[in-house]
């Protein structure tokens, strides 16, 4: 039994890192109102891997999809070549929770990627692998001086380490600073979770529409969550 359980997690991970061409999504809402995003490649937009497409967690509402196809489109018009990560949205079934979300799972929410460069500032084409640090996203801690927002940790499942030092990624912050921009300028968007060490340092201290998540939630320097309305 152990043999067959263990062949089915080696058959699913290999699965994982196959070229995947994924499906153009849906306009069209389902019973539960929303639709699904691109996942083919078909615009600036795509998931950091085929899992979120695959298993049905990159459900949205029609608004929420039209703000982001939006603003992957102006991060490819600013930046040519460039595309916008998404990672968890919601079900099928539009219900909340999403675990093991706490607030996903009505389509009106759905964290993305940042962006990054390798340590001598070059932009990188690809979503950083973290495989070999521990599996966690690739976050960018605080530096030395900057605020740590907890500083006496996060609840259980919610605490992740900080990734070493060497590692081969570092965030393209005129990257990140120009998706957040576009994010909040858009009247469809409620407001994004992002750490506040990020937050000043992107140059974005204070904007109504920037909060934290709190010491409960999971740290948003490894991603950012977004609300819509």
């Known amino acids: 039994m152990r043999g067959f ?3 089915l997690l080696i058959t699913f991970a290999a699965c994982e890192r196959l070229p995947w061409t994924g499906q153009p999504g849906s306009t069209t809402p389902n019973e539960a109102g929303l639709v699904t995003l691109p996942c083919d ?4 937009l795509e998931p950091t891997r085929p899992y979120y497409c695959r ?37 099928p079934k539009g219900i909340k929770p999403f675990p093991p979300h706490l607030s996903h799972g009505d389509g009106r929410q759905i964290d993305l990627g940042l962006y990054y460069t390798d340590v001598r500032g070059r932009p990188l084409d690809a979503f950083p692998s973290t495989d070999r640090y521990g599996g966690y996203w690739p976050a960018e ?3 030395a001086g900057e605020q740590v927002a907890c500083p006496n940790g996060r609840l259980r499942r919610a605490e992740k380490p900080d990734p070493p030092a060497d590692r081969p990624w570092r965030l393209d912050e005129a990257r990140t600073k120009a998706l957040l921009e ?21 140059g974005l201290w204070g904007h109504p529409k920037l909060r934290f998540a709190g010491c409960q939630a999971a740290r948003h320097d490894d991603h950012i969550h977004i609300d819509f309305y």
Do not use: K, Q, W
């Open 141 to 143: 801690p605080p530096r």
């Open 5 to 7: 359980a263990l062949l």
């Open 41 to 44: 490649g078909s615009t600036p």
């Open 55 to 91: 298993r049905d967690r990159h459900y949205v509402t029609p608004i929420a999809r039209n703000a982001l196809v939006a603003a992957a489109s102006a991060m490819r018009e600013r930046y040519p070549g460039e595309v916008l990560r998404f990672m968890d949205a919601s079900g």
């Open 182 to 202: 576009t994010l909040i300028a858009d009247r469809r968007v409620r407001r994004v979770l992002i750490e506040p060490h990020l937050e000043r340092r992107l």
